[in-house]
């Protein structure tokens, strides 16, 4: 009798790990233009239903798309009926746009379409004119042009490839600014900065900054808004000022905190988070199972049967208990260099630090993905 021994591949994968160094320049000094916003400075939603042409057969077959190209027809002045139109040419589409604050009559925007039906791909189609609405239901832009997609499907009848999504494009600049959004964003002489990270700190901070340039014009409302008042100098022209108080640089403050994900294994820390005295104990279990069938041939012109034999090996290995003991205000960049230097995995640092958070131990708020 032969044997063939069917071996079994372990492929072991590795695990991410991101951590930040506490230093004294946790938070380095920023501008006020990346902390916050001017309220009333905001971009709009627009959303549109349009009709793509020009498809290769990878179209819908549904009868909201033949109504459309009805439609289409039709208001060129031509009657038809939708029993003459089969084609699958065509798809109905969404089209989405975002408009920019200070986006005037005439200039562009980037489109991106979406087929709503079952189109299989909207390669090499084009959009054909449709208007843009926003939540007040106006018209506030005009969108055509061709599609561009970032990917393509290719295949027969027995296999097909597909890389990236065909079913969503985008058109640069495709669709022309009709309508002007006006902008409110000094309101009898007062602005106001809205945290882009609501804090308390970071709002007192920024007050100061602007207050110490232009005397005592700022006031924090709250933790994520900061009231300027405009010096008189610069009633006329208040968009000066903004330029010059987003330019003035704080150190902003923000809440300790740990990120990790259980899937991936990746721990993403901040250098302000703290551990009171703690005393860590880990330990190392670990099950094996190897899989090796043998397959059983009878000898040539035999009378036998080929056969498979399962062949199943467990091994249990459980490694020496490792005892961390850490001081009181230790950092988590402390607590990591123990643990890597007992040998845990960055899956056994999110289970280590999971356990310090239920013990009261971690000073700072812990977020599981």
Known sequence: MRRLVIASIVFVSAAFFTMPFASA????????????????????????LGLVVGLQGTGDRSQLALRMMRNMVTSFGISTDEKMIRSRNAAVVTVTAQLSPFVRQGQTV???VSAMGDAKSLEGGVLLQTPLQAADGKVYAVAQGPVTVGGFVAGGAAARVTKNVTTTGRIPGGAIVERDVSMDFVQSNWISLLLEEPDFTTAQRIANAINER???VARPADAGRVEVAVPPRYTANPTTFIAQVEQLEVTPDALGRVVVNE????????????ISAV?????????????????VQPEPFGAGVTAVVPRTG??????????????????????????NAIGATPRDIITILQAIDQAGALHGELVVM
């Open 214 to 216: 232009y005397g005592g």
């Open 110 to 112: 980037d489109v991106v």
């Open 314 to 339: 467990v091994a249990v290995t459980e490694g020496a208990g490792q005892l961390v003991s850490l001081p009181a205000s230790s950092t988590v960049d402390e607590l990591v260099k123990a643990m």
């Open 25 to 48: 320049a946790v938070h380095p000094t920023v501008r006020i233009k990346e902390l916050a916003h001017v309220e009333g400075v905001r971009s709009n939603q627009l959303t549109g």
């Open 279 to 295: 005393t860590v104990a880990h330990g190392n279990l670990t099950v094996r199972v190897v899989e090796a069938p043998e397959v």
């Open 263 to 274: 899937r991936t294994g990746t721990v993403v820390m901040g250098g302000q988070v703290g």
